[in-house]
């Protein structure tokens, strides 16, 4: 299992929250050898669930067309990943005086 999630794909999948889709859509990355980094699973508004998944494996558009093909799934949107974080120092002025 990989520790970060900097070169997996992020996908965020609307689906009908019915008892077996999370099982699907785990068992179709296991099928298609993506393996799951990172899967956040919530209830949206509408009676719509949200998928947030971050996976390695091969193209992400071939994943989002395998993942898009499920009964449950109403949409799969491929998003870029996160980049790292950059550390931000706070600027500072210095006042100088004039001599």
């Keep these: 299992m990989t520790d970060s999630t ?17 099982a699907r859509i785990t068992a179709i990355c296991a099928r298609r050898r993506l393996e799951v980094v990172e899967l956040d699973y919530r209830l949206g508004s509408g009676g719509v ?27 799969v949107e491929l998003r870029p990943a996160p980049g790292p974080r950059r550390r931000t120092r ?3 002025r210095r006042a100088f005086a004039l001599r």
């Design 6 to 22: 900097a070169d997996s794909h992020h996908l965020t999948l609307r689906v009908d929250p019915t008892p077996h889709a999370l």
């Design 90 to 92: 706070a600027r500072t």
């Design 49 to 75: 669930a949200v998928v947030d998944l971050a996976i390695t494996g091969p193209a992400p558009e071939r994943a989002q067309a395998w993942l898009g093909r499920l009964v449950e799934v109403l949409s």
